[in-house]
Nanobody
Framework: QVQLVESGGGLVQAGGSLRLSCAAS????????MAWFRQVPGKEREFVAA????????YYQDSVKGRFTISRDNAKNTVYLLMNSLKPEDTAVYYC????????????????WGQGTQVTVSS
């Protein structure tokens, strides 16, 4: 049983940066692979980035590679998404997700989800 709460979203100009945070409940945070997904109205939720249980491995969608960085601090039960060089097409609701075992890129593979945080990038 894991509860996830995202924060850090907001309005930013193109080229700017935001850091999203996802706070997890419980003492077993370190046992889960974590990921960020995003979704816009009328479209499917899409994978953004994932990180292994110990932070040793990461994986990114091509469109954010080199701009976004996923990290985690297991002592704080928190995963982060640092977003640099933001573009208007990054505008979406960003969701934090958790699963047991190794990370995956499919929505259906994840066991727990946060409520999402809105990121809006203006031109």
């Amino acid at each position: 049983q894991v509860q996830l709460v995202e924060s850090g979203g907001g309005l930013v100009q193109a080229g700017g940066s935001l850091r999203l945070s996802c706070a997890a409940s419980g003492r077993t945070f370190g046992a889960y692979a974590m990921a960020w997904f995003r979704q816009v109205p009328g479209k499917e939720r899409e994978f953004v980035a994932a990180i292994s249980w110990n932070g040793g491995s990461t994986y990114y969608q091509d469109s954010v590679k080199g701009r976004f960085t996923i990290s985690r601090d297991n002592a704080k039960n928190t995963v982060y998404l640092l977003m640099n060089s933001l573009k208007p097409e990054d505008t979406a609701v960003y969701y934090c997700a958790a699963k047991t075992g190794g990370y995956r890129i499919r929505v259906r593979d994840y066991d727990y989800w946060g409520q999402g945080t809105q990121v809006t990038v203006s031109s």
